[in-house]
């Protein structure tokens, strides 16, 4: 489990998040939304370690991460950055196989479990035909799914995943969340993605965080499509939300 304890985000005088109490539990996937520019992605950080919070602290298993080396915080979280990858002198088991960093020795050298273990992580992702191929020849939904494999090799209890649909048609953003709530329930990692994709969220998530700057909202997502958050976070006079489809259309 990853709780977060009177946290708070911010820049400068500009605050994002502020007395934050929130867990999230293992074997579970959670939709990290919110309107553009309220810190989904610097909440991400945050918990990753990856960016600066302004209060309280970030605890997995009972242990403030800020206590921690950087080895032990990369064997508790691994995180998939928004960012497109093409690398060009890099097979993708090259790639996959970074994620075993924190448990290779100074100079990296794998063993046969690590090298096990990245096969794994290609085949879960259902890319281990791609293992010799390149990023740089590959589509956006391929390249994304050798980034989660990176991160399953780290072999963590939590993913943080940033945006991990941009880029992707319909079609690739479902099969993707679909890969992602499949991780979470099978091999019981805590999945935790940001998204603007509201009906994906609502219909593939387990729980929903929504960002209502100062708060952040936890709930199973039965729970908040009947609270009113959504609509109050996302609708005006122009739009609505359709709590059934789970879409915001607009009002007619």
Known sequence: ?????????????????????????????????????????????????????????????????????????????????????????????????????????????????????????LAAVGMADFAGRTMDTMSDGECQRIMIARALAQDTPVILLDEPTSFLDLPNRYELCLLLRRLAHQRGKCVIFSTHELDIALSLADAIALIEPPRLHCLPVGEMRASGLIERTFCNDDFSFDALTGQIVTRR
């Open 1 to 121: 489990m990853i709780e977060l304890k009177n946290f708070g985000i911010g820049y400068g005088r500009r605050v994002l998040l502020s007395d934050v109490n929130a867990a999230f539990a293992p074997g579970t996937l959670v939709a990290l939304l919110g309107r553009n520019g309220t810190g989904k992605s610097t909440l991400l950080r945050a918990i990753a370690g990856l960016g600066p919070h302004t209060s309280g602290t970030v605890e997995a298993g009972g242990k403030d991460l800020s206590g921690l080396d950087a080895a032990a915080i990369a064997r508790t979280l691994a995180f998939v950055s928004t960012e497109r990858v093409r690398v060009s002198s890099l097979r993708c088991s090259d790639i996959v196989a970074m994620g075993r960093a924190p448990y290779t020795n100074w100079i990296g050298s794998m063993t046969d479990a690590d090298r096990d273990t990245v096969a794994d992580a």
